[in-house]
C-alpha cells in the first residue's frame, strides 16, 4: 500500500510544473478505497502535503573560441597530389560541360515542340483537356530544363 502511494505520489511530481503546483486531495469513501483528486468538495477528502518542485539547470557547455587560424585535417586524412587534383577538376568540368550541351540540346527541342504554347494536336487528343494537360506538362519541362541549365551554369562558374 505504501508502495502504490509512493508510486502515485511520484507520478504526481513527474506531471508538469503547473500540475505539480496545484493542491493534492486523498479522498477516501465509505468502502475504504483510495482515490486522489485535484478537488477536495466531496466527503471524507484531505490535502495532502507534497514537497516543492526542486529545479536544477543543466551545466553550461563550454565555449569553445575561434582561434584565427584554420580548420585542419587529421594527420591520418588522405591526402591527394597537385596532378591528380587538377585532373579530376579537369574531368568535373568536362563532365558538366557535356550535361550542360545536353541539356541545352534537350531545352532547344522542347521549345520546338511547344511552338509558343501551340503544340501541334495529336490523333489520341480529340479531348481539348489532353491537349490542355500535355501542354502543361511541355511547359512545366521547359522550366525544369532551364532551372538546370541555370544550375550547371554556376556549378561551371564556381570551378577554378
Do not use: H, W
Not at 84 to 95: H, P, W
Amino acid at each position: 500500500m505504501k508502495k502504490i502511494l509512493t508510486a502515485i505520489i511520484s507520478l504526481l511530481l513527474m506531471q508538469s510544473v503547473a500540475y505539480a503546483q496545484s493542491e493534492v486531495f486523498l479522498c477516501v469513501d465509505a468502502t475504504g478505497k483510495k482515490e486522489y483528486k485535484n478537488t477536495g468538495a466531496t466527503k471524507g477528502c484531505s490535502k495532502v502535503e507534497l514537497p516543492g518542485i526542486t529545479v536544477v539547470p543543466a551545466p553550461a557547455l563550454p565555449v569553445k573560441k575561434a582561434q584565427g587560424k584554420p580548420a585542419s585535417s587529421p594527420a591520418d586524412f588522405p591526402k591527394v597530389d597537385d596532378s591528380t587534383q587538377k585532373a579530376r577538376d579537369s574531368d568535373r568540368k568536362q563532365i558538366l560541360q557535356d550535361e550542360l550541351k545536353s541539356e541545352q540540346k534537350k531545352l532547344d527541342d522542347l521549345k520546338k515542340d511547344y511552338n509558343n504554347g501551340e503544340p501541334e494536336r495529336l490523333g489520341s487528343e480529340r479531348n481539348f483537356a489532353k491537349y490542355q494537360e500535355r501542354t502543361s506538362g511541355m511547359k512545366d519541362d521547359i522550366a525544369r530544363s532551364t532551372k538546370n541549365i541555370e544550375a550547371l551554369q554556376r556549378e561551371l562558374s564556381n570551378l577554378k
